[in-house]
């Protein structure tokens, strides 16, 4: 079974560009969560999208935004990037029903300059 | 407000000891719990996770975790260690369904990291 992929691997942008992150869930997942891995920081998470919505977000600003489409995959969306946007940005994903656990990706890591 | 504390920084233990990694919640209801490892450059991967029954639960790789639910902690322990083990640890939480705290997110403390020497 293919686990949770995400693209790029890395990517490097200037601040004020805006950037596309793609995460693509396992098999059979519905729900798909962002979260941001900066240094210091822990993990924070960002948004959760399920069948399609979204159902929560985080406490960042606007200019992060995503969307699920109707095969479960996702994107999330970075516009007007700031030097503190610089992480890893992790996708995971959960089994409709009972389970719990999430399953990560192997993450994007965006550097701003 | 809910949260997860894992108070070691990093936890130093030789191979073929023993080893424990520390991690207490606060939730309220009864939460559930889970183990993360996370290699360098990598994504986090699951290793183990208490939603109900035996307190202590049994994940990959030969780690298990003990839930006390009166010192509210969830401890990760192996009874041996490798140097493969050594790498970051992430505890989780996420409140129980038909609370109004659960938002469908994992509530994770700052990372534990585990240094395996030989």
């Known amino acids: 079974e293919a686990g949770v992929t995400q693209s790029p691997t890395h990517l490097i942008k200037t601040r004020g560009q805006q950037v596309t992150l793609r995460c693509s869930p396992i098999s059979g997942h519905t729900s798909v969560y962002w979260y941001q891995q900066a240094l210091g920081l822990g993990l924070q998470f960002l948004l959760w999208?399920?069948?399609?919505?979204?159902?929560n977000r985080g406490n960042f600003p606007p200019r992060f935004s995503g969307r699920q489409f109707p095969n479960y995959s996702s994107e999330l969306n970075v516009n007007a990037l700031e030097l503190e946007d610089s992480a890893l940005y992790l996708c995971a994903s959960r089994r409709p029903g009972g389970g719990y656990e999430q399953y990560f990706g192997p993450g994007t890591r965006l550097t701003v300059t | 407000a809910q949260s997860v504390a894992q108070p070691e920084d990093q936890v130093n233990v030789a191979e073929g000891n023993p080893l424990t990694v520390k991690c207490t919640y606060s939730?309220?209801?009864?939460?559930?719990l889970f183990w993360y490892v996370q290699y360098p450059n990598r994504g986090l991967q699951f290793l183990l996770k208490?939603?109900?029954?035996?307190?202590l639960v049994k994940g990959s790789y030969g780690f298990e975790a003990e839930f006390n639910k009166s010192q509210t902690s969830f401890h990760l322990k192996k009874p041996s260690a490798l140097v493969s083990d050594s790498a970051l640890y992430f505890c989780?939480?996420?409140?129980?369904?038909?609370?109004?705290?659960?938002?469908?997110?994992?509530?994770f403390g700052q990372g534990t990291t585990l240094q395996v020497k030989p």
């Open positions: 999208y399920d069948e399609g919505e979204e159902r």
């Open positions: 989780a939480v996420r409140p129980p369904l038909g609370s109004s705290s659960n938002t469908g997110k994992l509530i």
């Open positions: 208490y939603i109900t029954g035996d307190n």
């Open positions: 939730v309220s209801g009864n939460p559930y």
